[in-house]
């Protein structure tokens, strides 16, 4: 599969929105929020709006994995 600069983009995005959860889940410390101006701050929302966008693109990657398996069968 050839990687395309926005699947790399995305992939990072989805790794900060996971090691937020991660920390959020086992420290209850939510790192963007702190980073950033609370959960309330324009930024924030932004960093949230971008991790969500980049998991929702993260799904096609499922349909790119089958396409090259089904390529390699034949």
Known sequence: MKTR???FLSLLLIII???NW???GF?????VASLFGGTDSWLSRIV???????GLYG???FGR?????LGERE
């Open 65 to 69: 994995i089958d396409e090259e398996r």
């Open 22 to 24: 991660g920390l959020i």
């Open 48 to 54: 949230y709006a971008l991790v969500g966008l980049a």
């Open 17 to 19: 929105g996971a090691l």
């Open 5 to 7: 600069p926005l699947d």
């Open 27 to 31: 420290f209850q410390f939510d790192l």
């Open 59 to 61: 799904l096609s990657l």
